[in-house]
Each structure stands twice: as structure tokens, then as C-alpha cells.
T-cell receptor, first 113, second 113 residues
Framework: AQSVTQPDIHITVSEGASLELRCNYS??????LFWYVQSPGQGLQLLLK??????LVQGIKGFEAEFKRSQSSFNLRKPSVHWSDAAEYFC???????????FGDGTTLTVKP | DTAVSQTPKYLVTQMGNDKSIKCEQN?????MYWYKQDSKKFLKIMFS???????INETVPNRFSPKSPDKAHLNLHINSLELGDSAVYFC????????????FGNGTRLTVT
């Protein structure tokens, strides 16, 4: 069975600073990986996804993520954070069962002015 | 145009009552889901239906009964509500193919008193 670990429960960055949110997955084959963002009182919205091809994927809102098979990681990055990026971020992995995603516990991002 | 809509947004009820949450999607997806998000924001899948057929049924008390009248609707009925059922319940939909992201509703915050 697949699993996801997001080591950072809470991260605080200053507006304009760079951001990296960590995600490690466990799965025997090549996983399908996703990053979602949840704003307060909202549902989750897809930021980006990866299965194959270029290991650096671009998403919405200026986010990108890099798949590193050797490290079983799929870290999310943004070069310059905006105050509106403050939210909960979830990494998810989908295994052999199409549509059944396992989510990490989430990372809460706070942005300081 | 709301893609995945669920009602009600808030639900406050007493222990022992029976309540329902409704969900509809207009994305043409063939698969719908119910997720539960607890107070720590942990997100866990409860059920999944593909073309009205139950395909995922995680370890959920049988007080929870999903119903899918058609592939655009997935409702959740909860009998004999307990304090521990308090959470945010998210409906989601996707195509049942790998790498198809989930589209979430805005959630129903259920509070059992």
C-alpha cells in the first residue's frame, strides 16, 4: 500500500521569500503524485501532478515540484511567496487503484508580511 | 458554474439524530468520493462510487451509508450520529483513470452536540 509523509507540520516564511514544502512517498512502482492546496473554508484544489516525463513539473500559481526517485520525494517549491499563498498544502500519491489517493497529513503555510 | 457542489455547508445536530449530505458534480466524471477531514486536517477516503457502483469502502462504521442515484450524484446518510462524527466531509469527483486529479466540493462542516 502507498503512503505519504509530509515532515513539516507548519512552515512560516516572509512574503517574497522562497518556499519548499517536503513530501516523501512510499510505493513499490512509479507513483502518480499530486499536490493540492486548501484555503480556509474551501475544498482542495490541484496545484500540479506528476507521473512520467520531465521530473520538474510546473503548476498553477507559480508553483513547481520536482520528482526524485532516488529520494522518494516530490517537494513543492515557489521562488517568491505571496501573502495569498497562506493555506494548507497536501501531497498525495495514487497507486494501482486508479482514483484512490492517499494524502499526507498536510503542511500549514503561514506568510509573514 | 460550480463543478462539485455539496449541501449543506454547515450542519449542527444532536447525538442520535440521522442526517444526510448531498453532492452533485457537473464535470462529466464517472467516479465520486466522500472524504472525511478531522480537526487536525487529516484527510481520509471513506467511499468511492464509479458509475453508481461502490468500488471503495474503507473501514467506516455502517452508520454511514452512501447512495449514488446516478453518476453525477453521491449522497451520504449518517444514522445515529455520535460526537466523534464531527468533522468536515468533502465530496470529490474524477475520471477513473490514473493521474486524473480529484475535484473537491467546498465541504460540509458537521458538528454533533
Amino acid at each position: 500500500a502507498q503512503s505519504v509523509t509530509q515532515p513539516d507540520i507548519h512552515i512560516t516564511v516572509s512574503e517574497g521569500a522562497s518556499l519548499e514544502l517536503r513530501c516523501n512517498y512510499s510505493y513499490g512502482a512509479t507513483p502518480y503524485l499530486f499536490w493540492y492546496v486548501q484555503s480556509p473554508g474551501q475544498g482542495l484544489q490541484l496545484l500540479l501532478k506528476y507521473f512520467s516525463g520531465d521530473t520538474l513539473v510546473q503548476g498553477i500559481k507559480g508553483f513547481e515540484a520536482e520528482f526524485k526517485r532516488s529520494q522518494s520525494s516530490f517537494n513543492l517549491r515557489k521562488p517568491s511567496v505571496h501573502w495569498s499563498d497562506a493555506a494548507e498544502y497536501f501531497c498525495a500519491v495514487e497507486g494501482t487503484n486508479a482514483g484512490k489517493s492517499t494524502f499526507g497529513d498536510g503542511t500549514t503555510l503561514t506568510v509573514k508580511p | 458554474d460550480t463543478a462539485v457542489s455539496q449541501t449543506p455547508k454547515y450542519l449542527v445536530t444532536q447525538m442520535g439524530n440521522d442526517k444526510s449530505i448531498k453532492c452533485e458534480q457537473n464535470l462529466g466524471h464517472d467516479t465520486m468520493y466522500w472524504y472525511k477531514q478531522d480537526s487536525k486536517k487529516f484527510l481520509k477516503i471513506m467511499f468511492s462510487y464509479n458509475n453508481k457502483e461502490l468500488i471503495i469502502n474503507e473501514t467506516v462504521p455502517n452508520r454511514f451509508s452512501p447512495k449514488s442515484p446516478d453518476k453525477a450524484h453521491l449522497n451520504l446518510h449518517i444514522n445515529s450520529l455520535e460526537l466523534g462524527d464531527s468533522a468536515v466531509y468533502f465530496c470529490a469527483s474524477s475520471h477513473k483513470v490514473h493521474n486524473s486529479p480529484l475535484h473537491f466540493g467546498n465541504g460540509t462542516r458537521l458538528t454533533v452536540t
